[in-house]
């Protein structure tokens, strides 16, 4: 089923709870369309990584709909669904970057999950991992790395593939002032070329210095403060900052 | 310890070792497994095909043989008995179906009764009565009467058994076939324990690499690309338990072969497997990894299904 045309990801009425918890969030409706680079900003336990889980498909919701690229997930088969989940490139929280293979094998992986030529590896590989300014860690293993340098390890993993969306869980949450600001540069210039970009923080001075529209998370509801993307049944309900 | 590529492209080499199977306990312990149960089952499959061969080769040596058996005379003259052997020899000639038959040399039947009579009392001189024996062979496909040549030696020879070997034989074909239905079920039991131990280790592999296995999943990795991973390693695994055992079970034959020659005996029949069986025993080991593989595979995409 394909709906909402431009739209990367909707979302609508999404709740989600974690066994027999409480649900974390209620009624979340959103709509990202392609191209943009959004804030995704809450509290710690907001439920920020929770909502991104759901973006890249780790688990589905406990109700409502969410539709990925255009496709409804709940009514894609099984199968159709790894094809989706590689257009979508993920900085996690905590790196999950395999300790036993080099930098340049664990940023060579999505590609070999998607069956790419071992030519194209050993080309594009070292090409990224010197645009991150790791190309003297190519054959380096993660444990040997500093924080700075395994998130950039991550962050080459999570866009080698050319992802149309790339979701970032905190990527400046363990570096300095000085390296986030390096990162934050290179995400922007990911999404200049087209890259749907969502970035959780909750890095207030890095989000009044590069300005983003913003999707914050409080008390399991999503508010918008930033043009309108997010779609409510409620509107009066939203705040906004403009 | 490295995972072994099967196939030699450096794409393979690098898939099978995202996920680092070969440091897992199940690596070291799994071959060992298999290694004794593809012993166990290869040594089973031997007695099945030695024991189903068994059947056919008594039929053969000793159906369309008769041993009949004549008492020394009562007087125990050397030259009555001979004379008793004269006439039964007679009798048995002429009766329809025999192709032979032949006394048994003196001395080879105490040869035979040596072992339990020793050799001082069975000197003539010591004059112990000793049976006579006749071989008859008879015509292949003739349902002979052997009650009927019984009652007509009696008739003029008292003290005449007649030995067709067939109660013996039926038992000894019992006790065959019943040994090799327990081979047999032996067989399938030990593929059985096989299966269950590949579920059991590559569920284990399973949870260990959860982290790794669930990261390859949110990037798009199918189903496939995991089970290839852990089905190649189940490979692995599975033909170097299985040539060890295998290996194992080539030397204990071999002694047990050395074994059955040197039993002299006419019970016991040539214990040979031909070039097909030998080969079928060898094949336990592919078998073994098949099995490892497909159920290693199976194992993975079933619990990979299970993801959303
Ligand atoms: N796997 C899980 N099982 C149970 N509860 C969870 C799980 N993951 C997150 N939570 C709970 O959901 C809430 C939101 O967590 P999370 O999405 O990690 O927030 P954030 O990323 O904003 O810090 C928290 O209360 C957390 O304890
Ligand atoms: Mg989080």
Redesign the pocket.
């Known amino acids: 089923m394909v709906q909402g045309g431009g739209d990367v990801i909707r979302f609508q009425n999404v709740g989600v709870r ?2 027999v ?1 409480p649900e ?1 969030l209620h009624d979340v409706s959103l709509r990202l369309e392609e191209g943009r680079f959004h804030y995704l900003t ?1 509290a ?7 909502l991104l889980r759901l973006m890249y498909l780790a688990n589905p919701p406990s109700r409502g709909l969410i539709s990925l690229f255009g496709h409804d997930i709940a009514s894609t088969p099984r199968r159709e669904l790894p094809a989706l989940r590689r257009r979508v490139g993920v900085v996690f929280q905590d790196f999950r970057l395999i300790d036993h293979l080099t930098a340049m094998e664990n940023v060579a992986l999505p590609l070999r999950v998607a069956g790419a030529s071992e030519e194209q590896i050993q080309e594009h590989v070292p090409e990224l991992l010197s645009w991150v300014g790791l190309s003297d860690h190519i054959a380096a293993r993660p444990p040997t790395l500093s924080g700075g340098q395994k998130q950039r390890v991550a962050i080459a993993r999570a866009v080698i593939a050319r992802p149309k969306l790339l979701l970032a869980d905190e990527p400046t949450g363990n570096v300095d002032d000085h390296i986030a600001k390096r990162l934050m540069h290179l995400f922007e210039e990911l999404n200049k070329i087209g890259t749907t970009v969502v970035f959780a923080t909750h890095n207030e001075s890095l989000v009044n210095e590069f300005p983003h529209p913003r999707l914050h ?1 409080a008390d399991g509801e999503l508010n918008d403060f930033s043009s309108g993307e997010v779609v409510s049944d409620d509107d009066s309900e939203l705040e906004r900052d403009e | 310890m490295t995972t072994p590529s099967l196939s030699g492209t450096n794409n393979t080499m690098a898939n099978a070792t995202v996920i680092p199977l070969a440091r897992d306990a199940s690596s070291r312990f799994l071959p060992w497994l298999i290694a004794f149960m593809v012993w166990l089952a290869a040594l089973a499959l031997a007695a099945v095909l030695v024991l189903s061969s068994f059947g056919d080769q008594w039929r053969n040596t000793l159906t369309g043989t008769l041993t009949v058996q004549i008492a020394a005379a009562p007087d125990d003259h050397k030259i009555t008995t001979e004379l008793r052997v004269q006439s039964a020899l007679r009798i048995i000639r002429a009766t329809p179906g025999i192709v032979s038959a032949k006394p048994v040399p003196l001395n080879q039947i105490s040869d035979l009764l040596a072992p339990w009579l020793g050799r001082d009392l069975l000197t003539e001189t010591l004059g112990l009565p000793i049976p006579r024996l006749i071989d008859v062979k008879l015509k292949q496909g003739v349902d002979f009467d052997v009650a009927a040549l019984w009652e007509r030696l009696n008739k003029e020879i008292s003290g005449t058994q007649v030995d067709d070997h067939g109660v013996w034989l039926d038992k000894l074909i019992a006790l065959a076939s019943a040994i090799e239905a327990i081979a047999f079920a032996i067989l399938i039991l030990i593929s059985v324990a096989g299966i269950a131990t590949v579920v059991f280790a590559t569920r284990t592999s399973l949870t260990i690499h959860r982290d790794v296995i669930e990261l390859l999943h949110v990037m798009g990795a199918r189903d496939e690309f995991v089970a290839d991973q852990f089905h190649r390693h189940a490979m692995f695994l599975g033909l170097k338990g299985g040539v060890a055992g295998v290996a194992l079970a080539l030397i204990t034959l071999w002694i047990l072969g050395s074994l059955w020659q040197n039993v002299e005996s006419s019970l016991l029949p040539p214990a040979s497997l031909d070039f097909l069986q030998w080969t079928g025993i060898i094949a336990v080991a592919l078998v073994a990894a098949a099995i490892s593989t497909i159920t290693a595979r199976y194992t993975v995409l079933r619990a990979l299904g299970r993801m959303p």
């Open positions: 974690y066994g918890g974390i809450g710690s336990g907001a439920g920020k990584s929770s998370l």
